[in-house]
Nanobody, 124 residues
Framework: EVQLVESGGGSVQAGGSLTLSCAASGFAVAGTCMAWFRQAPGREREGVALLGASGHTNYGDFVHGRFIVSKDNAKNTLFLQMNDLSPIDTAMYYC??????????????????WGQGTQVSVSL
């Protein structure tokens, strides 16, 4: 069974850092496009970061160099290191991948496997 499990969320003050993890099972993250999305209350789910199969990365416009997406193939885990967090980063963060077809973009519809999410809360 293909599964993604996020962890690492929590509450931090503005300017702080968190590193999220997404443990994958049932498939190998190596050679697979992986994505991070987030959803704040009352807002659409938006793309945060992409890590392509080749290692190419792409980030949402709001990231401004604060986040780094990476993966550990040996641990079959995706990471999102988030620095200089702000209250506007408060959201549920999800990792996702596409197993039915090759897809690596910003559309939520392109991904068929999602984790349950991990909450990030940033206060002033």
């Amino acid at each position: 069974e293909v599964q993604l499990v996020e962890s690492g969320g929590g509450s931090v003050q503005a300017g702080g850092s968190l590193t999220l993890s997404c443990a994958a099972s049932g498939f190998a993250v190596a050679g697979t496009c992986m994505a991070w999305f987030r959803q704040a209350p009352g807002r659409e789910r938006e793309g945060v970061a992409l890590l392509g199969a080749s290692g190419h990365t792409n980030y949402g416009d709001f990231v401004h160099g604060r986040f780094i997406v990476s993966k550990d193939n040996a641990k079959n885990t995706l990471f999102l290191q988030m620095n200089d967090l702000s209250p506007i980063d408060t959201a549920m963060y999800y990792c996702a991948t596409a197993t039915r077809r090759a897809y690596c973009g910003w559309s939520k519809a392109g991904y068929d496997v999602w984790g349950q999410g991990t909450q990030v809360s940033v206060s002033l």
